[in-house]
Nanobody, 120 residues
Framework: VQLQASGGGLVQAGGSLRLTCAASGRTFSSNAVGWFRQAPGGEREFIAGISGSGNTDVADSVKGRFTISRDNAKKMLYLQMNSLKPEDSAHYYC???????????????WGQGTLVTVSS
């Protein structure tokens, strides 16, 4: 699976962004996929994951503000980010597992990051 993330940018606090991740490969619908982020000098952080069947898992730090979704027919993964805060600023990465079940770790395929900057 190859992944290409896009949609990052500069936004004011309280604003919204929608990240997209385009996937290529024959088995996207059976792969669990997810979003991670990494701020400068920080560790990579799990944000949200979605199974092949649509079950989701969202980190407490963004629950209620971020929504993960997927369109298997289009081989697309989305992250709708609302009520953004300056601490949400980071490089955001999409990733895929070989397996269909959600996990907060154990991702096998990674896209390049897209930068989100939230100004105060």
């Amino acid at each position: 699976v190859q992944l290409q993330a896009s949609g990052g940018g500069l936004v004011q606090a309280g604003g919204s962004l929608r990240l997209t991740c385009a996937a290529s490969g024959r088995t996207f619908s059976s792969n669990a996929v997810g979003w991670f982020r990494q701020a400068p000098g920080g560790e990579r952080e799990f944000i949200a994951g979605i199974s092949g069947s649509g079950n989701t898992d969202v980190a407490d730090s963004v629950k209620g503000r971020f929504t993960i979704s997927r369109d298997n027919a289009k081989k697309m993964l989305y992250l709708q980010m609302n009520s953004l805060k300056p601490e949400d600023s980071a490089h955001y990465y999409c990733a895929a597992r070989k397996y269909t079940l959600i996990s907060r770790s154990g991702y096998d395929f990674w896209g390049q990051g897209t930068l989100v900057t939230v100004s105060s």
